[in-house]
């Protein structure tokens, strides 16, 4: 704003123009890294919690505007990928405690993202998160191609305290005169952990998930059988869905860190997770449609898309001071 300052005895009579002064506020909590060169966002495991989601790509997404999580038409419920800034899931490179995390046993096809690997999230339970730290810009000189959009850090928690969450919930929606409440949730998981002598630690982590499917789809009015069928008069039905799946899940995480003497450290994570999954939203086939062998499904067919993802990873390390180098070997 700009005004005029008021005068003080012995003043000139002089008008003196203020610049411009900008103030803005927000209630939201500092999630940035001011005093770095690049755009960085540190994300604690309370203000994950705080968001009221149970899915860390979830959480993610309302609090970091960069990131997104397309949703893949077919079959996009057992395993989501996180994009930075626009770009495809393999430019962002995903790293646990700084190392690499591998690539899901999955490939992405549809309109909303190209042929590609991703990293899966939600392999790693939210009880063994630390802090996520995102590099909200591209680093491919520093980590290769797969770093475009940016990169996330998954910081693992090295504090021994017990903790335990519990939270279930579901989804309710109304739209056009439709009442809808499914999607029922139940979410319980927690860490624990020992501390060593010298700084060493031993963390656990686990969680196990349940999700319904939801389905908005609206009646399908279009003639369901041949010309002349009497079931042609029978009300709409939903036959087609649209909404998510169904996802039973179970994630495990240990990591630990132990000195061995001589300046030399042990260092290892290992992760587990097991996925079944279901999603019925694959196009229904009609009665009348020629794909259908009526037959076995007189009132149509809608294709149902399973899985069962099991996924294990471990990374074991020793790391340590020599002669003013630090060195780090990890597998």
């Known amino acids: 704003m700009a005004g005029v300052a008021s005068l003080l005895p012995g003043q000139s009579a002089e008008t003196t123009r203020l610049d411009s002064i900008v103030t803005v506020v927000t209630r939201t909590a500092e999630r940035s890294v001011g005093e770095s060169p690049v755009p960085v966002d540190a994300v604690t495991s309370r203000m994950l919690d705080n968001t009221g989601m149970v899915e860390l790509w979830q959480q993610l997404q309302r609090l970091i505007p960069s990131v997104n999580v397309p949703h893949i038409p077919i079959g996009d419920n057992?395993?989501?990928?996180?994009?930075?800034?626009?770009?495809?899931?393999?430019?962002?490179?995903?790293?646990?405690n700084g190392r690499r995390r591998h690539a899901a046993a999955s490939l992405l096809a549809g309109p909303s993202v190209p042929f590609a690997s991703f990293t899966d999230l939600g392999s790693i339970p939210w009880s063994a998160i630390e802090r996520i730290e995102v590099l909200r810009d591209g680093a491919a000189a520093q980590y290769g191609s797969d770093a475009i959009g940016g990169v996330v850090n998954v910081v693992l928690r090295r504090d021994t305290e017990p903790s335990l969450r519990a939270s279930a919930g579901s989804a309710y929606t109304s739209e056009g005169g439709r009442n809808f409440t499914d999607g029922g949730w139940v979410?319980?998981?927690g860490s624990s952990g020992m501390a060593f002598d010298h700084g060493g630690y031993l963390t656990f982590a686990a969680e196990l998930g349940d999700r319904g499917g939801?389905?908005?789809a609206y009646a399908d009015r279009r003639p369901q059988y041949f010309p002349g069928d009497p079931r042609n008069d029978l009300p709409p039905r939903?036959?087609?869905?649209?909404?998510?799946g169904s996802v039973r899940e179970f994630k495990g995480?240990?990591?630990t860190s132990m000195p061995l003497g001589s300046g030399v450290d042990f260092?290892?994570?290992?992760?587990?997770?097991?996925?079944?999954?279901?999603?019925?939203?694959?196009f229904f086939r009609m009665p009348l449609d020629g794909r259908t062998v009526r037959s076995i499904h007189p009132d149509g067919f809608r294709p149902e898309i399973a899985s069962n993802i099991q996924d294990f990873s471990s990374l074991l390390g020793l790391r340590g001071n020599s002669r003013g180098w630090r060195w780090d070997v990890t597998a």
């Open 267 to 282: 260092h290892g994570t290992l992760n587990a997770s097991m996925r079944d999954a279901l999603s019925p939203d694959a």
């Open 78 to 96: 057992h395993m989501r990928p996180v994009t930075l800034r626009g770009l495809a899931p393999h430019h962002v490179l995903v790293l646990v």
């Open 238 to 244: 939903v036959s087609s869905y649209l909404g998510n």
């Open 187 to 189: 979410n319980v998981g």
């Open 214 to 216: 939801t389905n908005r």
């Open 253 to 255: 995480l240990v990591s």
